[in-house]
Nanobody, 115 residues
C-alpha cells in the first residue's frame, strides 16, 4: 500500500536545528513533487517548501527562507527538510505530501521549539 512516513521531529531549543525525513513506500517518488506543510491548532495547514520531481527546482516560503532547506534522494525514496535557526513560532506538526497524478499525505511529525 502506498504511503509516506515522516520522522525526525522533536523538542529543540530556539536557534537549534532539526532534520525531518519523509520516506515513501509502495511507490517511487521520482515522478512526484515532494512538499512539506505544517499546521498548528489555531492555523490552517500551510506550505513550507516544495521540490520538483527531479530536484532541480525548490521553493521555500518566505518565513523559512535562509533557515530551511528542502532536498530529496530519489534513490532512497526520501525527501528531507533541514531546519536551522528554529524559532518558537516554528512549533507545529510537519507533514509530507507526495503529489503527482495521485497524492499521499503522511501522518505528521511534531516539532516543538522551546527553551
Amino acid at each position: 500500500q502506498e504511503h509516506v512516513v515522516e520522522s525526525g521531529g522533536g523538542l529543540v531549543q530556539p536557534g537549534g536545528s532539526l532534520e525531518l525525513s519523509c520516506v515513501a513506500s509502495g511507490f517511487t517518488i521520482s515522478k512526484y513533487a515532494m512538499s512539506w506543510y505544517r499546521q498548528t491548532p489555531d492555523k490552517e495547514r500551510e506550505l513550507v517548501a516544495v521540490i520538483s520531481p527531479d530536484g532541480e527546482t525548490a521553493v521555500v516560503e518566505d518565513f523559512a527562507k535562509g533557515r530551511f532547506t528542502i532536498s530529496r534522494d530519489n534513490s532512497q525514496n526520501t525527501a528531507i527538510l533541514h531546519m536551522n535557526n528554529l524559532k518558537p513560532e516554528d512549533t507545529a506538526i510537519y507533514y509530507c505530501l507526495a503529489t503527482s497524478d495521485q497524492f499521499y499525505w503522511g501522518q505528521g511529525t511534531q516539532v516543538t521549539v522551546s527553551s
